[in-house]
């Protein structure tokens, strides 16, 4: 089984940065992607951003581009989320996920493409 740990939310102020930590124990594999899913009161979980096993692909969701950077240590146990310049809609849970392993691809966009997933943790940005 995987374990997956969410670090580093919390409550900022609009235009602000907060960097999100995941760190991924237990059976893990080579070759996965890691990926940060947010989820808003009332709504559904959302991709973010994702990125392969070595970090050299990576994906966003529009919304975050020019703004999030998603990242990866060298052992690909460890995932990070820089946010910047965050805004109150950037407001939710925010998930870590991991995939098992997968052939070369482009890093999956779809929850249910991410068995593994950390409890998640509160971002709150306000105005």
């Known amino acids: 089984q995987v374990q997956l740990l969410e670090s580093g939310g919390g409550l900022v102020q609009a235009g602000g940065s907060l960097r999100l930590s995941c760190t991924a124990s237990?059976?893990?594999?080579?070759?996965?992607?890691m990926g940060w899913f947010r989820q808003a009161p009332g709504k559904e979980r959302e991709f973010v951003a994702s990125i392969s096993w070595i970090g050299d692909h990576t994906a966003y969701t529009d919304s975050v581009k020019g703004r999030f950077i998603i990242s990866r240590n060298g052992a690909g146990n460890t995932m990070w989320l820089q946010m910047n310049s965050l805004k109150p809609e950037d407001t939710a849970v925010y998930y870590c996920g991991q995939t098992g392993p997968l052939r070369p691809t482009a890093p999956p966009r779809r929850a249910s493409s991410y068995p593994y997933w950390g409890q998640g943790t509160q971002v709150t940005v306000s105005s």
């Open positions: 237990g059976r893990t594999s080579g070759n996965n992607f």
